[in-house]
Nanobody, 125 residues
């Protein structure tokens, strides 16, 4: 079992920044990748990014590339999503999740396992 806890969401103006955190605990050796997803009201959940834990290589959705950056602190099993130049279309509940592989089988994160509870990000003036 893996427990994931997201934090850092909130209200931000367009053009602003936020940093989300995803703290993992439990059987953290049991997954090979960790990703960020988001779901806006009335829309399907979409992939945002996925990090390969073996080398830290990270893959991004085109909609966030060059604006969002993933980093990690291996000592605390925490992954961060730095979001810059936010636009209203980034408004969503953001989730982190474990996966079996990054950038595999045509998706950013393949075979998602555990999910966090999500954190709300609202971009509005």
């Amino acid at each position: 079992q893996v427990q994931l806890v997201e934090s850092g969401g909130g209200l931000v103006q367009p053009g602003g920044s936020l940093r989300l955190s995803c703290a993992a605990s439990g059987s953290t050796q049991d997954y090979s990748a960790i990703g960020w997803f988001r779901q806006a009201p009335g829309k399907e959940r979409e992939e945002v990014s996925c990090m390969d834990r073996s080398d830290g290589r990270t893959y991004y959705a085109d909609s966030v590339k060059d604006r969002f950056t993933v980093s990690r602190d291996k000592t605390t099993n925490t992954v961060y999503l730095q979001m810059n130049s936010l636009i209203p279309e980034d408004t969503a509940v953001y989730y982190c999740a474990t996966a079996e592989a990054a950038q595999a089988h045509g998706v950013l994160c393949w075979w998602v396992g555990y999910w966090g509870q999500g954190t709300q990000v609202t971009v509005s003036s």
